[in-house]
T-cell receptor, first 113, second 113 residues
Protein backbone atom coordinates (compact mmCIF):
# COMPACT_ATOMS: atom_id res chain seq x y z
CA UNK A 1 0.00 0.00 0.00
CA UNK A 2 0.88 3.68 -0.07
CA UNK A 3 2.74 5.30 2.80
CA UNK A 4 4.48 8.55 3.71
CA UNK A 5 7.27 8.90 6.25
CA UNK A 6 8.37 12.27 7.55
CA UNK A 7 10.79 13.28 10.23
CA UNK A 8 9.45 13.27 13.75
CA UNK A 9 9.19 16.52 15.62
CA UNK A 10 9.18 18.84 17.25
CA UNK A 11 11.78 20.66 15.22
CA UNK A 12 13.00 23.80 16.96
CA UNK A 13 14.93 26.48 15.06
CA UNK A 14 15.94 30.07 15.55
CA UNK A 15 14.49 32.77 13.36
CA UNK A 16 16.30 33.13 9.99
CA UNK A 17 17.66 29.57 10.17
CA UNK A 18 17.53 27.19 7.19
CA UNK A 19 14.75 24.62 7.32
CA UNK A 20 14.60 21.10 5.95
CA UNK A 21 11.79 18.67 6.76
CA UNK A 22 12.40 15.27 5.22
CA UNK A 23 9.64 13.29 3.52
CA UNK A 24 9.88 9.96 1.73
CA UNK A 25 7.10 7.92 0.24
CA UNK A 26 6.14 4.46 -0.97
CA UNK A 27 3.60 4.18 -3.75
CA UNK A 28 2.88 2.27 -6.90
CA UNK A 29 3.17 4.26 -10.09
CA UNK A 30 3.71 8.00 -10.04
CA UNK A 31 1.78 9.77 -7.30
CA UNK A 32 1.18 13.48 -6.88
CA UNK A 33 2.88 14.93 -3.82
CA UNK A 34 1.74 17.70 -1.48
CA UNK A 35 2.81 19.67 1.57
CA UNK A 36 0.07 20.97 3.84
CA UNK A 37 0.42 23.27 6.85
CA UNK A 38 -1.81 23.34 9.93
CA UNK A 39 -1.91 26.24 12.38
CA UNK A 40 -3.26 25.60 15.91
CA UNK A 41 -6.99 24.84 16.00
CA UNK A 42 -7.38 25.13 12.25
CA UNK A 43 -7.75 22.87 9.24
CA UNK A 44 -5.04 22.14 6.71
CA UNK A 45 -3.90 24.60 4.08
CA UNK A 46 -2.20 23.51 0.89
CA UNK A 47 1.36 24.85 0.91
CA UNK A 48 2.71 23.44 -2.36
CA UNK A 49 2.42 20.50 -4.71
CA UNK A 50 4.22 18.58 -7.47
CA UNK A 51 2.59 16.19 -9.89
CA UNK A 52 5.50 14.58 -11.73
CA UNK A 53 9.16 13.73 -11.31
CA UNK A 54 11.57 16.69 -11.09
CA UNK A 55 8.74 19.17 -10.59
CA UNK A 56 9.48 21.82 -7.98
CA UNK A 57 6.61 23.19 -5.95
CA UNK A 58 7.08 26.56 -4.27
CA UNK A 59 5.05 28.98 -2.18
CA UNK A 60 5.76 31.62 0.48
CA UNK A 61 9.48 30.92 0.35
CA UNK A 62 9.02 27.15 0.81
CA UNK A 63 10.20 24.72 -1.86
CA UNK A 64 10.10 20.97 -2.46
CA UNK A 65 11.33 18.93 -5.42
CA UNK A 66 9.75 15.64 -6.52
CA UNK A 67 12.67 13.15 -6.58
CA UNK A 68 11.55 9.90 -8.11
CA UNK A 69 14.96 8.23 -7.80
CA UNK A 70 15.00 8.70 -4.03
CA UNK A 71 11.19 8.71 -3.58
CA UNK A 72 11.48 11.94 -1.64
CA UNK A 73 9.80 15.35 -1.41
CA UNK A 74 11.76 17.28 1.22
CA UNK A 75 10.46 20.68 2.30
CA UNK A 76 12.96 23.55 2.50
CA UNK A 77 13.00 27.23 3.34
CA UNK A 78 16.02 29.45 3.37
CA UNK A 79 15.11 31.73 6.28
CA UNK A 80 12.29 30.83 8.64
CA UNK A 81 10.15 33.27 10.61
CA UNK A 82 8.28 32.92 13.88
CA UNK A 83 5.05 32.94 11.86
CA UNK A 84 6.13 29.69 10.19
CA UNK A 85 5.56 27.82 13.45
CA UNK A 86 2.96 25.16 12.66
CA UNK A 87 2.54 21.47 11.90
CA UNK A 88 3.60 20.42 8.40
CA UNK A 89 2.18 17.34 6.66
CA UNK A 90 3.59 15.58 3.63
CA UNK A 91 0.97 13.71 1.59
CA UNK A 92 0.57 11.75 -1.60
CA UNK A 93 -2.26 10.97 -3.93
CA UNK A 94 -1.92 7.89 -6.08
CA UNK A 95 -2.68 8.16 -9.80
CA UNK A 96 -6.44 7.91 -10.13
CA UNK A 97 -6.73 9.25 -6.62
CA UNK A 98 -9.75 7.14 -5.79
CA UNK A 99 -8.71 6.61 -2.19
CA UNK A 100 -7.95 10.14 -1.08
CA UNK A 101 -4.70 11.43 0.35
CA UNK A 102 -2.18 9.41 2.32
CA UNK A 103 -0.56 11.57 5.00
CA UNK A 104 2.60 11.43 7.01
CA UNK A 105 2.26 11.87 10.76
CA UNK A 106 3.17 15.55 10.65
CA UNK A 107 6.16 17.54 11.85
CA UNK A 108 5.69 20.21 14.48
CA UNK A 109 7.93 23.18 13.68
CA UNK A 110 8.74 25.73 16.39
CA UNK A 111 10.59 28.92 15.47
CA UNK A 112 12.09 30.89 18.31
CA UNK A 113 12.78 34.64 18.00
CA UNK B 1 -15.57 33.69 -0.95
CA UNK B 2 -15.83 30.00 -1.68
CA UNK B 3 -14.85 27.51 0.91
CA UNK B 4 -15.70 24.61 3.17
CA UNK B 5 -17.73 25.14 6.32
CA UNK B 6 -17.71 22.62 9.14
CA UNK B 7 -20.01 22.88 12.11
CA UNK B 8 -20.03 22.86 14.99
CA UNK B 9 -16.45 23.74 15.91
CA UNK B 10 -16.75 21.84 19.19
CA UNK B 11 -19.09 18.94 19.90
CA UNK B 12 -19.67 16.81 22.95
CA UNK B 13 -21.17 13.33 22.89
CA UNK B 14 -22.68 11.30 25.66
CA UNK B 15 -22.09 7.58 25.88
CA UNK B 16 -24.37 5.65 23.51
CA UNK B 17 -25.34 8.72 21.52
CA UNK B 18 -25.04 9.29 17.79
CA UNK B 19 -23.83 12.71 16.65
CA UNK B 20 -23.67 14.27 13.20
CA UNK B 21 -20.95 16.59 11.96
CA UNK B 22 -21.84 18.99 9.18
CA UNK B 23 -19.72 19.75 6.12
CA UNK B 24 -20.85 22.15 3.39
CA UNK B 25 -18.86 23.42 0.41
CA UNK B 26 -19.63 26.08 -2.18
CA UNK B 27 -16.62 25.36 -4.40
CA UNK B 28 -18.64 23.26 -6.85
CA UNK B 29 -16.35 20.33 -6.09
CA UNK B 30 -17.39 16.82 -7.03
CA UNK B 31 -15.33 14.91 -4.48
CA UNK B 32 -15.59 15.18 -0.70
CA UNK B 33 -13.71 13.46 2.10
CA UNK B 34 -13.75 12.94 5.86
CA UNK B 35 -10.54 12.50 7.84
CA UNK B 36 -9.87 11.84 11.48
CA UNK B 37 -6.85 13.41 13.17
CA UNK B 38 -5.35 12.04 16.38
CA UNK B 39 -2.23 13.42 18.08
CA UNK B 40 0.94 11.99 16.56
CA UNK B 41 -0.94 9.93 13.97
CA UNK B 42 -1.52 12.32 11.13
CA UNK B 43 -4.82 12.13 9.26
CA UNK B 44 -6.68 8.95 8.41
CA UNK B 45 -9.43 8.64 5.80
CA UNK B 46 -12.88 7.69 7.09
CA UNK B 47 -15.14 7.99 4.01
CA UNK B 48 -15.04 9.68 0.64
CA UNK B 49 -17.51 10.48 -2.11
CA UNK B 50 -16.80 11.15 -5.77
CA UNK B 51 -20.34 11.99 -6.87
CA UNK B 52 -23.79 12.54 -5.39
CA UNK B 53 -25.48 9.44 -3.97
CA UNK B 54 -22.23 7.48 -3.97
CA UNK B 55 -19.58 7.05 -1.27
CA UNK B 56 -16.81 4.65 -0.35
CA UNK B 57 -15.25 3.46 2.90
CA UNK B 58 -11.80 4.68 3.74
CA UNK B 59 -9.26 3.12 6.08
CA UNK B 60 -11.19 3.56 9.34
CA UNK B 61 -14.91 3.54 8.43
CA UNK B 62 -16.11 1.32 11.29
CA UNK B 63 -18.46 3.17 13.63
CA UNK B 64 -19.12 5.97 11.14
CA UNK B 65 -21.73 6.62 8.45
CA UNK B 66 -22.16 9.27 5.75
CA UNK B 67 -24.63 10.45 3.15
CA UNK B 68 -24.25 12.46 -0.05
CA UNK B 69 -27.71 13.62 -1.09
CA UNK B 70 -26.48 16.95 -2.41
CA UNK B 71 -23.25 17.96 -4.12
CA UNK B 72 -22.61 20.65 -1.53
CA UNK B 73 -23.11 18.54 1.59
CA UNK B 74 -21.38 15.50 3.09
CA UNK B 75 -22.44 14.98 6.74
CA UNK B 76 -20.65 12.46 8.94
CA UNK B 77 -22.45 10.57 11.72
CA UNK B 78 -20.36 9.19 14.56
CA UNK B 79 -22.39 6.29 15.88
CA UNK B 80 -22.39 4.69 19.31
CA UNK B 81 -20.47 1.81 17.72
CA UNK B 82 -17.40 4.05 17.51
CA UNK B 83 -15.78 3.29 20.85
CA UNK B 84 -13.06 5.92 20.71
CA UNK B 85 -14.62 8.93 18.99
CA UNK B 86 -12.60 11.68 20.67
CA UNK B 87 -10.63 13.32 17.85
CA UNK B 88 -10.40 16.25 15.48
CA UNK B 89 -12.48 15.66 12.34
CA UNK B 90 -11.61 17.34 9.07
CA UNK B 91 -13.70 17.56 5.93
CA UNK B 92 -12.13 18.20 2.53
CA UNK B 93 -13.20 18.57 -1.08
CA UNK B 94 -11.58 18.61 -4.50
CA UNK B 95 -12.60 19.20 -8.11
CA UNK B 96 -12.26 15.53 -8.92
CA UNK B 97 -10.58 12.74 -7.09
CA UNK B 98 -7.71 12.61 -9.55
CA UNK B 99 -4.58 14.51 -8.50
CA UNK B 100 -6.36 17.70 -7.59
CA UNK B 101 -5.37 19.29 -4.27
CA UNK B 102 -7.89 18.96 -1.52
CA UNK B 103 -9.27 21.99 0.28
CA UNK B 104 -9.98 21.59 3.99
CA UNK B 105 -12.46 22.99 6.43
CA UNK B 106 -11.47 24.25 9.89
CA UNK B 107 -12.47 21.02 11.61
CA UNK B 108 -14.76 19.83 14.40
CA UNK B 109 -13.35 18.70 17.71
CA UNK B 110 -15.45 15.91 19.22
CA UNK B 111 -15.16 14.99 22.88
CA UNK B 112 -16.92 12.48 25.13
CA UNK B 113 -18.76 13.68 28.22
Amino acid sequence: GNSVTQMEGPVTLSEEAFLTINCTYTATGYPSLFWYVQYPGEGLQLLLKATKADDKGSNKGFEATYRKETTSFHLEKGSVQVSDSAVYFCALMARGGADGLTFGKGTHLIIQP
Amino acid sequence: DGGITQSPKYLFRKEGQNVTLSCEQNLNHDAMYWYRQDPGQGLRLIYYSQIVNDFQKGDIAEGYSVSREKKESFPLTVTSAQKNPTAFYLCASSKTYSNQPQHFGDGTRLSIL
